[in-house]
């Protein structure tokens, strides 16, 4: 109301002054405004009028934007540059902290003004089991080939990871997941992401709005992101967004703008024209740079960085806890509606993490998102964010529900957080075995650890977990799930732009990498001349068999020299690897978008060294001077130069480390020297024998240099017969060495190549689409029992040790007959600190060094 007050005032005030404005002039006459604010409005309503009479598809691409020399432009969503971008978020969101909530709520509001339902996902987990197979002792050593051999026996013990866990994640409300440390939260995030390793055994059902995750593609549907950073190091923050957003698409948001776009012109309502832009510039697909990473920049606080580079090991980049914001951006850029987060804060202060978890509160809220972030040890301020709580603790959750309940939950079990404690501090806490015992508050009543499954039991007795219980029973009806809020397309985009995605990120990287090739090129440059005066004509005769072989060795030589030019294949794919692999898994693309690209745009550059070394060599070693057979070495050199590219990739991809790869990489370039039928002959005494000689017939190389001979030696130079001979020079030196001298073999050993090329990138692009990261962890457990284990329930002995003396021992044992004696005795009163300090008493403070004060001047 205040609002159309306000419209309505400045609107008379509008008139008032349109009125008058004949009226005031200038000494010089000229008007004081030269156009009113009035015509301004005409205008635009005029624009807005002949935008709404354009057919649906053309209407969802125009909007209309204010310039800023003031007035209102037309323009098409798709050719907004960076500077309307730029003016466009700052009108919208001047300061992330103070203006992103109003920005949603006018997103919000439009939608709700014309009566659209937004999608929302409940997700259910109920009977959920998770275990593994661990490796006892030394059987985490690579002993498996011993065990199978029965050398060796298996010690393999079974380790649950989460143990019989229910529960459920509401839209609109913000989830906090807590736990210490291998207490299941991260399988717990990735279970109800969908994303969980196949070698787990899993039992129980996870379902989103009541569809079991093989009724939709839950990595499109939720978004996992992960305590990890992977990134491309030559990228900058904007590129690695602006890659994200255009792989994950725009998921239901041209849909939705395109029925919000119908029904507001049908109740001829006009919306805020920088919504309108924001809106349709979101939901157009396609674009190298969406104005959804710009927004996600902002509110982030990547903006002071989005055009430096992420960087790694090598690179210098940007800061550990920039790259942790990235790693969240990355997804956030998506369409995904349920937010799964690990760890996100993990290199952030606490203002930061403040920012950012705000943001992700006013999202959730607004929109009815769904998400669970696990936080680490979050501040007060950021903990007091989250509506609910979840609580892990060795595999079992220990409560589940709102924020506001939790404390009355573990009071009812005994323990109380003490005033000055971080809520979420004592949460982590309160069910570790050597913490637990300082909150205990029952002065009247002997202390006991208290195990996370009395928790788990006891959380269902609370008046929370009855009502959980309760809603679980109540089975979600499918028919009131939104048809667009689970997602059943594996990718975001159509094939087309996938591939067109991966093409530019590829050049750009080749772009980056450009002083990789320049390398390649000056090394050739600089072989060449060595070949050159190592190879040179003037020195070069054909007068017998043992010149012919000079001229073998100076082509096996050019041949060798091609050959290793495919090395760098090898570090450069493995480097890029585990991003790959975390995009592939993601459903970003298949896996033949990013293995294509990385042929294709090789070609130009096998053109170039090729070029290089041959037009440098051949007329100076004293070749054939015959032009047509210049470009027929050529030609065949080219198909060797992408045949090894090929190999080493696909050595890369089936590797995944970079020493294995080296390695093997190392071992098929000998393998395939031997075999290639210069160094040992096909045919000769003592040479390739014919157990093996299969491995001549499968030796890429060896068709390529076959090729080769003949085109050298069928040429007119060596036409001539030699002393003693009726055969030409070139076919007896063919024969000298058992190369076939038929002119059919130089297209054969062409073909040969071609298909070389063709099956090894497509080995690569297999083993890329089923392979897994090298170096799967293994859980492991040590020989030695748990001390911890008692039949008490106390603990163990806590051990601590000086130089001096190893006698000073305690158990919580001894602690808790302490505690009932201070209990008993009434001489002293007893505060909720006695336990604390018995122990610490107890203990005592044993420091295995001795103090130094340390100065530091200038």
Same mark, same amino acid.
Request: hydrophobic share 40%; proline share 3%; aromatic share 10%.
């Given at each position: 109301?205040?609002?159309?007050?306000?419209?309505?005032?400045?609107?008379?005030?509008?008139?008032?002054i349109?009125?008058?404005?004949?009226?005031?002039?200038?000494?010089?006459?000229?008007?004081v405004?030269?156009?009113?604010?009035?015509?301004?409005?005409?205008?635009?309503?005029?624009?807005?009028?002949?935008?709404?009479?354009?057919?649906?598809?053309?209407?969802?691409?125009?909007?209309?934007?204010?310039?800023?020399?003031?007035?209102? =432009?037309? %323009? +098409?969503?798709l050719? #907004?540059?960076?500077?309307?971008?730029?003016?466009?978020?700052? *009108? @919208?969101?001047?300061? $992330?902290?103070?203006?992103?909530?109003?920005?949603?709520?006018?997103?919000? =509001?439009? %939608? +709700?003004?014309?009566? #659209?339902?937004?999608?929302?996902?409940?997700?259910?987990?109920? *009977? @959920?089991?998770?275990? $593994?197979?661990?490796?006892?002792?030394?059987?985490?050593?690579?002993?498996?080939?011993l %065990?199978?051999?029965?050398l060796?026996?298996?010690?393999?013990?079974?380790?649950?990871?989460?143990?019989?866990?229910?529960?459920?994640?509401?839209?609109?409300?913000?989830?906090?997941?807590?736990?210490?440390?291998?207490?299941?939260?991260?399988?717990?995030?990735?279970?109800?992401?969908?994303?969980?390793?196949?070698?787990?055994?899993c039992?129980?059902?996870?379902?989103?709005?009541?569809?079991?995750?093989?009724?939709?593609?839950?990595?499109?549907?939720?978004?996992?992101?992960?305590?990890?950073?992977?990134?491309?190091?030559?990228?900058?923050?904007?590129?690695?967004?602006?890659?994200?957003?255009?792989?994950?698409?725009?998921?239901?948001?041209?849909?939705?703008?395109?029925?919000?776009?119908?029904?507001?012109?049908?109740?001829?309502?006009?919306p805020?024209?920088?919504?309108?832009?924001?809106?349709?510039?979101?939901?157009?697909?396609?674009?190298?740079?969406?104005?959804?990473t710009?927004?996600?920049?902002?509110?982030?606080?990547?903006?002071?960085?989005?055009?430096?580079?992420?960087?790694?090991?090598?690179?210098?980049g940007?800061?550990?806890?920039?790259?942790?914001?990235?790693?969240?951006?990355?997804?956030?850029?998506?369409?995904?509606?349920?937010?799964?987060?690990?760890?996100?804060?993990?290199?952030?202060?606490?203002?930061?993490?403040?920012?950012i978890?705000?943001?992700?509160?006013?999202?959730?809220?607004?929109?009815?998102?769904?998400?669970?972030?696990?936080?680490?040890?979050?501040?007060?301020?950021a903990?007091?964010?989250?509506?609910?709580?979840?609580?892990?603790?060795?595999?079992?959750?220990?409560?589940?529900?709102?924020?506001?309940?939790?404390?009355?939950f573990?009071?009812?079990?005994?323990?109380?957080?003490?005033?000055?404690?971080g809520?979420?501090?004592?949460?982590?806490?309160?069910?570790?075995?050597?913490?637990?015992?300082?909150?205990?508050?029952?002065?009247?009543?002997?202390?006991?650890?208290?195990?996370?499954?009395?928790?788990?039991?006891a959380?269902?007795s609370?008046?929370?977990?009855?009502?959980?219980?309760?809603?679980l029973?109540?089975?979600?009806?499918?028919?009131?799930?939104?048809?667009?809020?689970?997602?059943?397309?594996?990718?975001?985009?159509?094939?087309?732009?996938?591939?067109?995605?991966?093409?530019?990120?590829?050049?750009?990287?080749?772009?980056?990498?450009?002083?990789?090739?320049?390398?390649?090129?000056?090394?050739?440059?600089?072989?060449a001349?060595?070949?050159?005066?190592?190879?040179?004509?003037?020195?070069?005769?054909?007068?017998?068999?043992?010149?012919?072989?000079?001229?073998?060795?100076?082509?096996?030589?050019?041949?060798?020299?091609?050959?290793?030019?495919?090395?760098?294949?090898?570090?450069?794919?493995?480097?890029?690897?585990?991003?790959?692999f975390?995009?592939?898994?993601?459903?970003?693309?298949?896996?033949?978008?990013?293995?294509?690209?990385?042929?294709?745009?090789?070609?130009?550059?096998?053109?170039?060294?090729?070029?290089?070394?041959?037009?440098?060599?051949?007329?100076?070693?004293g070749?054939?001077?015959?032009?047509?057979?210049?470009?027929?070495?050529?030609?065949?050199?080219?198909?060797?130069?992408?045949?090894?590219?090929?190999?080493?990739?696909?050595?890369?991809?089936?590797?995944?480390?970079?020493?294995?790869?080296?390695?093997?990489?190392?071992?098929?370039?000998?393998?395939l020297?031997?075999?290639?039928?210069?160094?040992?002959?096909?045919?000769?005494?003592?040479?390739?024998?014919?157990?093996?000689?299969?491995?001549?017939?499968?030796?890429?190389?060896?068709?390529?240099?076959?090729?080769?001979?003949?085109?050298?030696?069928?040429?007119?130079?060596?036409?001539?017969?030699?002393?003693?001979?009726?055969?030409?020079?070139?076919?007896?030196?063919?024969?000298?060495?058992?190369?076939?001298?038929?002119?059919k073999?130089?297209?054969?050993?062409?073909?040969?190549?071609?298909?070389?090329?063709?099956?090894?990138?497509?080995?690569?692009?297999?083993?890329?689409?089923y392979?897994?990261?090298?170096?799967?962890?293994?859980?492991?457990?040590?020989?030695?029992?748990?001390?911890?284990?008692?039949?008490?329930g106390?603990?163990?002995?806590?051990?601590?040790?000086?130089?001096?003396?190893?006698?000073?021992?305690?158990?919580?044992?001894?602690?808790?007959?302490e505690?009932?004696?201070?209990?008993?005795?009434?001489?002293?009163?007893?505060?909720?600190?006695?336990?604390?300090?018995?122990?610490?008493?107890?203990?005592?403070?044993?420091?295995?060094?001795?103090?130094?004060?340390?100065?530091?001047?200038?």
């Amino acid at each position: 109301m205040e609002g159309g007050n306000i419209y309505e005032a400045s609107s008379s005030l509008r008139r008032s002054i349109g009125s008058g404005s004949s009226s005031i002039r200038r000494n010089n006459g000229i008007e004081v405004f030269s156009r009113s604010s009035r015509d301004e409005d005409d205008e635009e309503a005029l624009k807005w009028a002949a935008l709404e009479k354009l057919p649906t598809v053309a209407r969802l691409r125009k909007g209309i934007l204010a310039s800023s020399q003031g007035g209102a =432009n037309e %323009i +098409d969503v798709l050719d #907004i540059g960076w500077q309307e971008r730029k003016a466009l978020l700052e *009108r @919208l969101i001047k300061v $992330a902290e103070e203006d992103n909530d109003k920005f949603l709520f006018k997103l919000k =509001n439009r %939608i +709700d003004r014309v009566g #659209i339902d937004l999608p929302t996902i409940e997700v259910r987990f109920q *009977r @959920l089991n998770i275990e $593994a197979q661990a490796y006892v002792g030394s059987d985490a050593l690579p002993t498996s080939c011993l %065990i199978e051999m029965g050398l060796l026996s298996s010690r393999k013990k079974k380790l649950t990871i989460l143990k019989d866990v229910s529960g459920i994640i509401k839209p609109g409300r913000m989830t906090l997941l807590l736990g210490p440390p291998s207490s299941g939260k991260t399988t717990l995030l990735l279970a109800l992401a969908g994303k969980l390793d196949t070698a787990l055994k899993c039992s129980g059902t996870v379902t989103y709005n009541g569809h079991e995750m093989n009724e939709f593609v839950p990595q499109r549907t939720a978004a996992y992101i992960s305590q990890h950073d992977l990134h491309i190091g030559e990228m900058t923050v904007r590129e690695t967004f602006a890659f994200s957003a255009r792989c994950q698409g725009v998921g239901d948001r041209y849909d939705m703008l395109a029925e919000l776009s119908r029904r507001e012109k049908q109740a001829n309502i006009k919306p805020d024209p920088d919504i309108d832009v924001f809106m349709k510039a979101a939901a157009t697909e396609g674009q190298e740079v969406n104005v959804i990473t710009d927004y996600i920049l902002k509110i982030l606080g990547l903006e002071v960085c989005a055009d430096t580079m992420v960087g790694d090991e090598m690179l210098r980049g940007i800061s550990g806890g920039q790259k942790k914001r990235v790693t969240t951006g990355e997804m956030l850029v998506g369409p995904a509606k349920a937010l799964f987060m690990d760890e996100i804060s993990t290199g952030l202060d606490s203002s930061t993490t403040f920012q950012i978890v705000n943001s992700l509160k006013q999202t959730v809220h607004i929109l009815n998102g769904t998400a669970v972030i696990s936080l680490l040890q979050p501040a007060p301020e950021a903990y007091d964010l989250f509506d609910d709580i979840i609580l892990l603790s060795d595999g079992r959750i220990v409560y589940q529900g709102p924020r506001e309940h939790v404390l009355s939950f573990f009071e009812s079990m005994g323990f109380r957080c003490p005033e000055r404690k971080g809520v979420a501090d004592f949460l982590q806490e309160v069910t570790s075995r050597k913490d637990q015992m300082q909150y205990w508050a029952r002065r009247d009543q002997p202390y006991r650890f208290v195990t996370a499954d009395e928790f788990a039991e006891a959380f269902q007795s609370f008046h929370v977990g009855l009502q959980l219980e309760d809603e679980l029973r109540t089975p979600f009806e499918k028919a009131k799930s939104h048809p667009a809020a689970l997602t059943t397309k594996k990718y975001g985009v159509g094939k087309w732009e996938l591939l067109k995605a991966n093409v530019l990120r590829e050049f750009l990287l080749m772009k980056r990498n450009s002083f990789v090739y320049i390398f390649i090129f000056m090394q050739l440059t600089f072989m060449a001349i060595v070949s050159m005066t190592l190879f040179f004509r003037t020195e070069m005769n054909r007068d017998s068999i043992a010149d012919g072989g000079i001229y073998m060795g100076a082509i096996f030589f050019g041949l060798t020299m091609v050959m290793f030019n495919g090395m760098p294949e090898i570090s450069m794919t493995v480097a890029k690897l585990p991003v790959f692999f975390k995009q592939r898994d993601l459903l970003f693309f298949p896996a033949w978008a990013y293995a294509l690209p990385r042929w294709i745009l090789k070609i130009p550059i096998s053109f170039i060294e090729v070029a290089i070394w041959v037009f440098l060599t051949y007329y100076v070693i004293g070749f054939d001077p015959n032009v047509e057979r210049l470009f027929r070495q050529y030609f065949i050199l080219l198909l060797v130069n992408q045949m090894s590219s090929g190999l080493f990739r696909f050595i890369a991809a089936s590797a995944r480390n970079m020493t294995i790869a080296n390695t093997f990489g190392s071992f098929a370039l000998l393998i395939l020297f031997a075999l290639s039928g210069f160094i040992l002959a096909k045919g000769m005494i003592n040479d390739i024998k014919s157990w093996w000689i299969w491995g001549y017939w499968i030796s890429p190389m060896m068709y390529g240099q076959s090729a080769l001979m003949v085109n050298e030696f069928r040429g007119h130079q060596w036409s001539h017969s030699l002393p003693g001979s009726t055969e030409p020079a070139g076919i007896e030196v063919l024969n000298s060495r058992d190369f076939f001298h038929e002119p059919k073999w130089y297209w054969i050993g062409a073909g040969g190549l071609i298909g070389f090329i063709i099956l090894l990138n497509f080995c690569f692009t297999v083993a890329l689409t089923y392979l897994k990261p090298f170096g799967s962890s293994r859980a492991v457990i040590s020989e030695q029992t748990d001390s911890n284990e008692q039949t008490n329930g106390v603990g163990g002995s806590i051990q601590l040790t000086n130089n001096e003396s190893s006698s000073n021992r305690v158990t919580n044992l001894e602690i808790q007959e302490e505690v009932q004696r201070s209990i008993s005795s009434k001489s002293s009163s007893v505060t909720e600190a006695t336990v604390g300090d018995i122990a610490i008493k107890k203990r005592g403070m044993v420091l295995p060094f001795e103090p130094h004060s340390i100065t530091f001047d200038n």
